[in-house]
Nanobody
Framework: QVQLVESGGGLVQAGGSLRLVCAAP????????MGWYRQAPGKERELAAT???????NVADSVKGRFTISRDNPKNTVYLQMNSLRPEDTGVYYC??????????WGQGTQVTVSS
């Protein structure tokens, strides 16, 4: 079973920063569009940012200018640098590997809590 291992969540004050890290098996990482999604309490899961194997990024308007996604292909790792955090950024953040149109892999999620 493919495992995506996330780390880096935690509690931070508004205006602070966190960096999320997701490690994936090399067998899927190199071919996948990697992404971070988030789910706030009582809300649906939503896209934060994605990055292709070639480094093309897509960032949600709600986090544009504050969040940066990047990937280290030799390390099979994707990062989400989150700056200027707001209370509305609170939620569970999930790493995603879109291997193909029909194959999606998810991590277990990491909690991010931003206090006001």
């Amino acid at each position: 079973q493919v495992q995506l291992v996330e780390s880096g969540g935690g509690l931070v004050q508004a205006g602070g920063s966190l960096r999320l890290v997701c490690a994936a098996p090399g067998s899927i990482f190199r071919f996948s569009v990697m992404g971070w999604y988030r789910q706030a309490p009582g809300k649906e899961r939503e896209l934060a940012a994605t990055i292709t194997s070639g480094g093309i990024t897509n960032v949600a308007d709600s986090v544009k200018g504050r969040f940066t996604i990047s990937r280290d292909n030799p390390k099979n790792t994707v990062y989400l640098q989150m700056n200027s955090l707001r209370p509305e950024d609170t939620g569970v953040y999930y790493c995603n590997a879109k291997v193909s149109s029909t194959i999606n892999k998810w991590g277990q999620g990491t909690q991010v809590t931003v206090s006001s």
